[in-house]
Protein backbone atom coordinates (compact mmCIF):
# COMPACT_ATOMS: atom_id res chain seq x y z
CA UNK A 1 0.00 0.00 0.00
CA UNK A 2 3.10 2.07 -0.08
CA UNK A 3 2.04 3.44 -3.10
CA UNK A 4 -1.79 4.68 -2.30
CA UNK A 5 -2.17 8.15 -0.88
CA UNK A 6 -4.71 7.99 2.02
CA UNK A 7 -4.44 11.68 3.29
CA UNK A 8 -1.98 14.54 1.89
CA UNK A 9 -0.26 16.61 4.48
CA UNK A 10 0.73 20.00 3.62
CA UNK A 11 2.53 22.57 5.25
CA UNK A 12 2.61 24.99 3.02
CA UNK A 13 -0.68 25.97 2.28
CA UNK A 14 -3.75 25.70 4.76
CA UNK A 15 -6.31 23.08 5.04
CA UNK A 16 -9.58 24.19 4.74
CA UNK A 17 -11.45 20.51 3.99
CA UNK A 18 -11.08 17.14 4.38
CA UNK A 19 -14.20 15.28 2.30
CA UNK A 20 -14.78 11.62 2.00
CA UNK A 21 -11.78 11.62 -1.03
CA UNK A 22 -10.44 14.79 -1.42
CA UNK A 23 -8.47 17.23 0.79
CA UNK A 24 -9.08 21.01 -0.09
CA UNK A 25 -6.30 23.71 0.58
CA UNK A 26 -6.06 27.81 0.26
CA UNK A 27 -3.99 28.83 -2.19
CA UNK A 28 -4.84 32.55 -2.21
CA UNK A 29 -8.34 34.77 -1.76
CA UNK A 30 -9.24 33.16 -5.62
CA UNK A 31 -7.70 29.37 -5.66
CA UNK A 32 -7.95 26.10 -3.99
CA UNK A 33 -5.66 22.75 -4.53
CA UNK A 34 -7.61 20.11 -4.24
CA UNK A 35 -6.22 16.77 -4.09
CA UNK A 36 -7.62 13.48 -5.11
CA UNK A 37 -6.78 10.34 -2.21
CA UNK A 38 -6.75 7.33 -2.83
CA UNK A 39 -9.53 7.01 0.28
CA UNK A 40 -12.79 4.69 -0.59
CA UNK A 41 -16.02 5.64 0.94
CA UNK A 42 -19.30 3.19 1.15
CA UNK A 43 -22.69 3.55 2.47
CA UNK A 44 -21.12 7.34 3.37
CA UNK A 45 -18.27 5.48 5.99
CA UNK A 46 -14.78 6.52 4.78
CA UNK A 47 -13.33 2.76 4.62
CA UNK A 48 -9.41 2.69 6.69
CA UNK A 49 -7.83 1.04 3.08
CA UNK A 50 -6.92 3.23 0.26
CA UNK A 51 -6.98 1.89 -3.26
CA UNK A 52 -3.54 3.07 -4.99
CA UNK A 53 -3.92 5.27 -7.78
CA UNK A 54 -7.81 5.56 -7.42
CA UNK A 55 -7.36 9.35 -6.89
CA UNK A 56 -5.33 10.06 -10.42
CA UNK A 57 -7.80 8.13 -12.20
CA UNK A 58 -10.57 9.94 -10.97
CA UNK A 59 -8.43 12.85 -11.46
CA UNK A 60 -7.75 12.05 -15.43
CA UNK A 61 -11.53 10.87 -15.89
CA UNK A 62 -12.92 14.28 -13.97
CA UNK A 63 -10.67 16.35 -16.17
CA UNK A 64 -11.30 14.91 -19.56
CA UNK A 65 -15.50 15.16 -18.83
CA UNK A 66 -15.17 18.73 -17.80
CA UNK A 67 -13.65 19.65 -20.94
CA UNK A 68 -16.35 17.84 -23.18
CA UNK A 69 -19.17 19.52 -21.03
CA UNK A 70 -17.30 22.73 -21.26
CA UNK A 71 -19.86 24.50 -23.86
CA UNK A 72 -23.06 23.55 -21.80
CA UNK A 73 -21.48 24.76 -18.24
CA UNK A 74 -18.37 26.63 -17.67
CA UNK A 75 -16.26 24.51 -14.30
CA UNK A 76 -14.23 25.28 -11.65
CA UNK A 77 -11.20 24.26 -13.63
CA UNK A 78 -8.25 27.02 -13.87
CA UNK A 79 -5.02 27.30 -15.57
CA UNK A 80 -2.90 28.14 -12.57
CA UNK A 81 0.02 25.35 -12.43
CA UNK A 82 0.46 23.45 -9.06
CA UNK A 83 4.45 24.02 -9.34
CA UNK A 84 3.26 27.50 -8.47
CA UNK A 85 0.86 26.46 -5.94
CA UNK A 86 2.90 24.28 -4.11
CA UNK A 87 6.50 25.07 -5.32
CA UNK A 88 8.52 22.25 -2.87
CA UNK A 89 9.12 19.64 -4.95
CA UNK A 90 9.40 17.53 -2.68
CA UNK A 91 5.85 18.26 -0.83
CA UNK A 92 4.24 18.68 -4.34
CA UNK A 93 5.35 15.36 -5.66
CA UNK A 94 2.83 13.11 -3.74
CA UNK A 95 0.13 15.45 -5.29
CA UNK A 96 1.20 14.90 -9.11
CA UNK A 97 -1.54 13.73 -11.79
CA UNK A 98 -3.96 13.52 -8.55
CA UNK A 99 -4.69 17.50 -7.89
CA UNK A 100 -5.98 20.21 -9.51
CA UNK A 101 -6.15 24.50 -8.78
CA UNK A 102 -9.71 25.31 -9.01
CA UNK A 103 -11.43 28.29 -8.36
CA UNK A 104 -12.83 29.67 -5.16
CA UNK A 105 -16.93 29.43 -5.77
CA UNK A 106 -19.62 29.37 -3.48
CA UNK A 107 -20.59 25.86 -3.06
CA UNK A 108 -24.55 25.22 -3.48
CA UNK A 109 -26.03 23.00 -0.76
CA UNK A 110 -27.67 20.71 -3.47
CA UNK A 111 -26.74 17.46 -5.15
CA UNK A 112 -27.92 16.89 -8.42
CA UNK A 113 -28.78 13.30 -9.18
CA UNK A 114 -29.79 11.97 -12.78
CA UNK A 115 -30.75 8.45 -13.10
CA UNK A 116 -31.27 6.39 -16.31
CA UNK A 117 -31.78 3.07 -14.97
CA UNK A 118 -33.38 1.28 -12.45
CA UNK A 119 -30.71 0.81 -9.78
CA UNK A 120 -29.46 1.37 -6.43
CA UNK A 121 -31.56 3.18 -3.79
CA UNK A 122 -34.18 4.03 -7.12
CA UNK A 123 -34.88 0.69 -7.50
CA UNK A 124 -35.63 0.00 -3.73
CA UNK A 125 -37.71 2.87 -3.53
CA UNK A 126 -39.89 1.86 -7.08
CA UNK A 127 -40.59 -1.65 -5.35
CA UNK A 128 -42.06 -0.20 -2.54
CA UNK A 129 -43.91 2.94 -4.11
CA UNK A 130 -43.74 2.25 -8.20
CA UNK A 131 -41.76 5.76 -8.49
CA UNK A 132 -38.59 7.13 -7.24
CA UNK A 133 -38.57 10.20 -5.28
CA UNK A 134 -41.96 10.70 -5.46
CA UNK A 135 -41.79 10.42 -9.62
CA UNK A 136 -44.10 7.98 -10.84
CA UNK A 137 -42.65 5.50 -12.86
CA UNK A 138 -44.65 2.51 -15.30
CA UNK A 139 -45.59 -0.82 -13.37
CA UNK A 140 -43.39 -3.73 -14.14
CA UNK A 141 -39.76 -2.55 -14.76
CA UNK A 142 -37.43 -4.87 -13.84
CA UNK A 143 -34.35 -4.40 -12.01
CA UNK A 144 -31.33 -2.37 -13.52
CA UNK A 145 -34.45 -1.51 -16.40
CA UNK A 146 -33.84 1.80 -18.72
CA UNK A 147 -36.14 4.37 -17.53
CA UNK A 148 -38.59 6.38 -20.48
CA UNK A 149 -36.44 9.22 -19.62
CA UNK A 150 -33.61 10.45 -17.12
CA UNK A 151 -35.29 11.51 -14.26
CA UNK A 152 -33.21 14.37 -11.92
CA UNK A 153 -33.77 13.31 -8.82
CA UNK A 154 -31.89 15.89 -6.22
CA UNK A 155 -30.68 15.61 -2.75
CA UNK A 156 -29.57 17.54 0.33
CA UNK A 157 -25.47 17.76 0.27
CA UNK A 158 -24.65 16.51 3.92
CA UNK A 159 -21.36 17.01 6.04
CA UNK A 160 -19.09 13.93 6.16
CA UNK A 161 -20.36 11.21 8.03
CA UNK A 162 -23.79 11.88 7.56
CA UNK A 163 -26.38 10.46 4.86
CA UNK A 164 -27.39 12.95 1.92
CA UNK A 165 -31.46 12.99 1.89
CA UNK A 166 -33.34 13.11 -1.51
CA UNK A 167 -35.52 16.38 -1.48
CA UNK A 168 -38.14 17.30 -4.15
CA UNK A 169 -37.33 20.16 -6.56
CA UNK A 170 -39.67 22.87 -4.17
CA UNK A 171 -37.01 22.36 -1.73
CA UNK A 172 -34.53 22.86 -4.57
CA UNK A 173 -36.07 25.58 -5.04
CA UNK A 174 -36.25 26.70 -1.43
CA UNK A 175 -32.63 26.12 -0.85
CA UNK A 176 -30.81 27.92 -4.05
CA UNK A 177 -33.94 29.94 -5.39
CA UNK A 178 -35.98 29.31 -9.01
CA UNK A 179 -33.60 30.31 -11.68
CA UNK A 180 -30.58 28.11 -9.92
CA UNK A 181 -33.02 25.45 -9.01
CA UNK A 182 -34.34 25.12 -12.78
CA UNK A 183 -30.47 25.81 -14.52
CA UNK A 184 -29.31 23.04 -12.17
CA UNK A 185 -31.96 20.48 -13.57
CA UNK A 186 -31.40 21.45 -17.22
CA UNK A 187 -27.98 21.04 -16.95
CA UNK A 188 -27.92 18.33 -15.09
CA UNK A 189 -30.14 16.32 -17.57
CA UNK A 190 -28.07 17.77 -20.23
CA UNK A 191 -24.51 16.56 -19.51
CA UNK A 192 -26.06 13.19 -18.69
CA UNK A 193 -27.37 12.63 -22.18
CA UNK A 194 -24.21 13.96 -23.95
CA UNK A 195 -21.94 12.03 -21.45
CA UNK A 196 -24.56 8.76 -21.84
CA UNK A 197 -24.46 9.03 -25.84
CA UNK A 198 -20.61 9.06 -25.90
CA UNK A 199 -19.97 6.22 -22.98
CA UNK A 200 -22.36 3.97 -25.19
CA UNK A 201 -19.58 4.27 -27.87
CA UNK A 202 -16.93 3.27 -25.74
CA UNK A 203 -18.86 0.35 -24.25
CA UNK A 204 -20.40 1.89 -20.89
CA UNK A 205 -23.64 2.41 -19.51
CA UNK A 206 -23.89 5.23 -17.41
CA UNK A 207 -26.76 4.01 -15.26
CA UNK A 208 -27.07 7.21 -12.49
CA UNK A 209 -24.51 9.89 -11.53
CA UNK A 210 -24.44 12.93 -9.59
CA UNK A 211 -23.12 16.44 -9.85
CA UNK A 212 -22.34 19.09 -7.34
CA UNK A 213 -22.29 23.23 -8.33
CA UNK A 214 -21.13 26.23 -7.60
CA UNK A 215 -21.93 30.37 -8.02
CA UNK A 216 -19.31 33.00 -8.76
CA UNK A 217 -19.28 36.28 -7.52
CA UNK A 218 -21.90 37.45 -10.77
CA UNK A 219 -24.40 34.29 -9.45
CA UNK A 220 -23.09 32.04 -12.51
CA UNK A 221 -23.82 28.60 -11.93
CA UNK A 222 -20.17 26.29 -11.95
CA UNK A 223 -20.15 22.84 -12.36
CA UNK A 224 -17.32 21.61 -9.57
CA UNK A 225 -16.21 18.83 -7.46
CA UNK A 226 -16.26 15.84 -9.43
CA UNK A 227 -18.17 14.59 -13.13
CA UNK A 228 -18.77 11.11 -14.29
CA UNK A 229 -16.22 9.62 -12.58
CA UNK A 230 -16.17 5.79 -11.28
CA UNK A 231 -17.43 7.42 -7.52
CA UNK A 232 -20.31 9.74 -8.47
CA UNK A 233 -21.29 7.35 -11.27
CA UNK A 234 -22.59 3.71 -11.91
CA UNK A 235 -21.05 2.44 -14.67
CA UNK A 236 -22.35 -0.63 -16.22
CA UNK A 237 -19.89 -3.08 -19.08
CA UNK A 238 -22.47 -3.04 -22.30
CA UNK A 239 -21.66 -6.63 -23.27
CA UNK A 240 -23.01 -7.62 -19.61
CA UNK A 241 -25.87 -5.50 -19.15
CA UNK A 242 -28.84 -7.50 -18.42
CA UNK A 243 -32.47 -6.61 -16.58
CA UNK A 244 -33.81 -8.55 -13.59
CA UNK A 245 -30.17 -8.08 -12.08
CA UNK A 246 -27.57 -5.79 -10.80
CA UNK A 247 -25.15 -5.83 -13.57
CA UNK A 248 -21.59 -5.77 -13.02
CA UNK A 249 -20.29 -2.55 -12.52
CA UNK A 250 -16.63 -0.18 -12.91
CA UNK A 251 -17.60 2.02 -9.98
CA UNK A 252 -17.40 1.03 -6.23
CA UNK A 253 -20.67 -0.92 -6.42
CA UNK A 254 -17.76 -4.14 -6.33
CA UNK A 255 -17.08 -2.64 -2.98
CA UNK A 256 -20.44 -1.97 -1.74
CA UNK A 257 -21.63 -5.63 -2.88
CA UNK A 258 -18.61 -6.85 -0.85
CA UNK A 259 -19.40 -5.34 2.59
CA UNK A 260 -22.83 -6.59 2.11
CA UNK A 261 -21.59 -9.67 2.62
CA UNK A 262 -20.20 -8.76 6.00
CA UNK A 263 -21.47 -8.14 9.60
CA UNK A 264 -20.95 -5.25 9.55
CA UNK A 265 -23.76 -2.05 10.62
CA UNK A 266 -22.50 0.56 7.94
CA UNK A 267 -21.57 2.58 10.56
CA UNK A 268 -17.85 3.88 11.33
CA UNK A 269 -15.61 2.63 11.47
CA UNK A 270 -15.62 1.07 8.52
CA UNK A 271 -14.08 -2.81 7.97
CA UNK A 272 -10.54 -3.01 6.25
CA UNK A 273 -11.39 -3.94 2.60
CA UNK A 274 -8.63 -7.71 1.79
CA UNK A 275 -5.65 -7.14 -1.09
CA UNK A 276 -7.79 -9.12 -3.60
CA UNK A 277 -10.97 -7.01 -3.34
CA UNK A 278 -8.45 -3.58 -3.50
CA UNK A 279 -7.05 -4.68 -6.47
CA UNK A 280 -10.02 -6.28 -8.01
CA UNK A 281 -11.32 -2.72 -7.23
CA UNK A 282 -8.12 -0.68 -8.57
CA UNK A 283 -8.73 -2.81 -11.91
CA UNK A 284 -12.18 -1.61 -12.32
CA UNK A 285 -11.53 2.17 -11.89
CA UNK A 286 -8.35 1.78 -14.22
CA UNK A 287 -10.40 -0.04 -16.87
CA UNK A 288 -13.40 2.62 -16.87
CA UNK A 289 -10.17 5.13 -17.37
CA UNK A 290 -8.61 3.25 -20.20
CA UNK A 291 -12.43 2.94 -22.09
CA UNK A 292 -13.94 6.15 -21.88
CA UNK A 293 -10.60 8.25 -22.10
CA UNK A 294 -8.39 6.27 -24.27
Known amino acids: MTD???????????????????DIYAVDEQ?????????????????????????????AVSNFWFQQMADILPNHLTDYPLERAV?????????????????????????????????????????ATNAICGI?????????????EPIYTPSSKAAVGAHDENIDFAKTVELVGADLAEQIKTASLAIYQRARTYAASRGIIIADTKFEFGVDENGQLVLIDEILTPDSSRFWPTDEYQEGISPPSFDKQFVRDYLETLDWDKKDPGPSLPEDILAKTADKYREAQVRLCG
Do not use: C, N
Open 136 to 148: SLPAGLAQAAQLP
Open 4 to 22: ALYQSELTSLPLLHRGKVR
Open 31 to 59: HMLIVATDRLSAFDVILPTPVPEKGKLLT
Open 87 to 127: PDAAERAPLEGRSIIVRRLKALPVEAIVRGYLAGSGWKDYQ
